[in-house]
Structure formats: C-alpha cells, structure tokens
C-alpha cells in the first residue's frame, strides 16, 4: 500500500516523547523565573498561579489541566508543546514563539497573544473568544471546531492559516489580508475588516449578508 503524502499546507503535530518519559512537574509548586527552561516534563492536573518571567523555554512539554491564574508568559518559546483542557483565560503570551503547538479542548478567553510568531500551531475545539492575534506572523496555523468570536487579528499575517468549522462572529480582522483564507465553513452575522483585507476571501453566499457593509449597500429583506 502507498503512503498516504503528506499536505504541504498540512499543521505539523508537536513531536512529543512516550508519557512515561515525561517527568511530571507539579502546578502549584512551579516558580517560573526568566530564561527558565522546562524541557521533556508534563505539568499534572493543577493550577499554575501567579507567575511572571521573561524568555522561559518549554520544549516538548504537555500541560495537562492546567489552570493559569495570573500568568504572564511573555517573549517564551514553546517548542512541540501541547495543552491539553487547560484553561489560559487572560494569560500573557505576548511577544513569544510557538512552533509545533497544540491547544486541545482549551478555555482561553481573552488570551494575549500579541507580537506572536506562530508555527505549525493547531486550537482544536476552543474556546478563544475576545482572545488576540494583534500583529501575529501565523503560517501552518488551524482553527478547527473552535469559537473565537470577537478574538482580535488586527494587522496579523496570515500565511496557510486555515478556519474549520469555527465561529468568527464579530472578529476583528482589520489591516489583515485574507487573500486565500477559506471562511466559508464558519459562522459570523458580521466581521471587522476593510474591503482591501477582504479580497480573494472564500465565502458562501449567505455569508455576504454580513459583508455587505463594506460595499456600502443595504440588503432588502424578501
């Protein structure tokens, strides 16, 4: 049997070791401090609370149930990571790298994910709603089976960025260019971006009703 080839535009999953290679780290005794690095660990079911530190590394770890409280992440790198149901609601990423990233199944409302460079990164079944993307340089990124309404992608580049089945509605996409972005698998009554921005977008039909604004029209109902 032929191997299946691999998509080109396909997400690179985190190359993680076997669970068992892992070394747990337990949440609620972790000090985070700048330049600190976690490497081959899973963080245990737990809350990691009240921690600031700058250029922290995390390579090849596994959040699992984590609840950040009160955590600011910023210019880290996240190298083949994985949170798994953890909640990230209000957490500060800015500044940072992640490249080969999975969130599954994650509480992230209001994430900062501002100045981001994203690599091969996959929000499998979010909730990112009021998250943002402010001026993130995204390529291989998928949204799938997520609501991200009113997250924020104000002046992102977005390069193979792919939304399945996710919830957009009201989502601001201002100075971005959605040249080749699919939407048309997603909801939204109405979206925050320029006509420019729009261009060569993929919608359906019905979804036009929600962009007609840009053109300045009226859409009379029948």
Do not use: W
């Amino acid at each position: 049997m032929l191997a299946t080839k691999k998509s080109k535009d396909a997400v690179e999953a985190p190359r993680l070791l076997e669970p068992y290679a892992l070394s747990d780290v337990i949440a609620e005794d972790c000090e985070i401090e700048d330049k600190m690095p976690f490497e081959t660990c899973r963080f245990v079911p737990g809350t990691l609370a009240n921690q600031s530190a700058h250029r922290a590394l995390f390579d090849c770890v596994v959040f699992d149930h984590v609840a950040f409280e009160n955590v600011a992440l910023e210019n880290a790198e996240f190298v083949d990571v994985v949170f798994d149901h953890c909640d990230l609601s209000n957490a500060d990423f800015r500044d940072s790298v992640l490249h080969r990233v999975e969130f599954r199944h994650c509480k992230m409302l209001g994430l900062d994910l501002s100045n981001t460079t994203l690599r091969n990164v996959k929000f499998d079944e979010c909730n990112g709603q009021y998250s943002v993307f402010r001026f993130a340089d995204m390529k291989q990124v998928a949204f799938a089976g997520s609501n991200f309404d009113k997250a924020d992608y104000y002046e992102a580049k977005l390069s193979k960025v792919e939304f399945s089945g996710t919830d957009l509605d009201q989502a601001q996409f201002s100075g971005a260019k959605l040249a080749g972005i699919d939407l048309s698998s997603c909801e939204f009554q109405s979206l925050g971006v320029t006509l420019e921005g729009l261009r060569g977008c993929i919608v359906r039909p019905d979804q036009v009703r929600g962009l007609a604004h840009l053109l300045g029209v009226v859409m009379k109902e029948d």
